[in-house]
């Protein structure tokens, strides 16, 4: 079983950039897609970026298309996802999630395996 631990939230002005960090434990991470999800203050969770077992494959949420980047090192039993440009509107709780599939999946029932989120503040 996949058990992720997110870090790197923070607080940073608009127009900057942070990286956030999900570390796996467990011996199967590197069979698993994953995925990076957020949830604002009254709103639903909604995923944001996702990765195929081999880091081959990337699928995004159109709201973050071009400014979001996310990647994984299977050595590490580790995924990213890079923030560049942020918004105000991207401020919330951020998690990670370990999907059911391999492949690079958008849905969300394909999550099984969720962190405990880190926070992520953009001050405009």
């Known amino acids: 079983q996949v058990q992720p631990v997110e870090s790197g939230g923070g607080l940073v002005q608009a127009g900057g950039s942070l990286r956030l960090s999900c570390t796996a434990s467990?011996?199967?991470?590197?069979?698993?897609?994953m995925g990076w999800f957020r949830q604002a203050p009254g709103k639903e969770r909604a995923l944001v970026a996702a990765?195929?077992?081999?880091?081959?494959?990337?699928r995004y949420a159109e709201s973050v298309k071009g400014r979001f980047t996310i990647s994984r090192d299977n050595t590490k039993n580790t995924v990213y996802l890079q923030m560049n440009s942020l918004k105000s509107e991207d401020t919330a709780v951020y998690y990670c999630?370990?999907?059911?599939?391999?492949?690079?999946?958008?849905?969300?029932?394909?999550?099984?395996?969720w962190g405990q989120g880190t926070q992520v503040t953009v001050s405009s």
């Open positions: 467990g011996r199967t991470f590197s069979r698993y897609g």
């Open positions: 999630a370990a999907s059911t599939l391999a492949a690079a999946s958008l849905t969300y029932s394909d999550f099984r395996s």
């Open positions: 990765i195929d077992w081999s880091g081959g494959v990337t």
